[in-house]
């Protein structure tokens, strides 16, 4: 088969065509970086989040993209998002690091940085329902 290809010049061409196309598609959709990428962001959370913080970000659900809302909406409406997202599960042993993490944030009280208060607002409006 090989042979056969290689005589005839029209189809050597047309699998050179193929095969610079698909290192294109493979340039432009290359897996590997986007794993690097996470990778490096894993790292930098890592890097810049203490480990209660760490704990309670991973247990934040993911984002849910939509179209702007005021801020009352927003407000009850990622209130709803944290207690209903069927895609989000938390395990019994996550959501027991998730309070003990949250609880020794709050203890903080005054020495709590500004990355402690957006992660402590992020799971409850008002802190006193936890």
């Known amino acids: ?48 989040l203490e480990d209660h913080q760490l704990a309670l970000f991973e247990g934040l659900p993911p984002p849910i993209l939509s ?22 599960v938390l395990g019994k042993r996550n959501v027991d690091l998730i309070i003990k993490h949250y609880g ?5 009280g005054e020495n709590r940085d500004h990355v402690d208060n957006k992660l402590l607002s992020a799971y409850m409006k008002d802190d006193d329902n936890l």
């Open 1 to 48: 088969m090989k042979s056969f290809i290689s005589k005839d010049p029209k189809l050597r061409k047309k699998i050179q065509l193929l095969n610079a196309g698909i290192r294109q598609i493979e340039a432009r959709l290359d897996i590997f970086s986007l794993f690097k990428k996470l990778d490096e962001l894993d790292k930098l959370k890592r890097l810049l």
């Open 67 to 88: 179209l702007p809302e005021d801020e009352a909406n927003k407000k009850n409406r990622a209130s709803v998002l944290l207690t209903r997202d069927p895609k989000f």
């Open 104 to 108: 020794y944030l709050k203890q903080k």
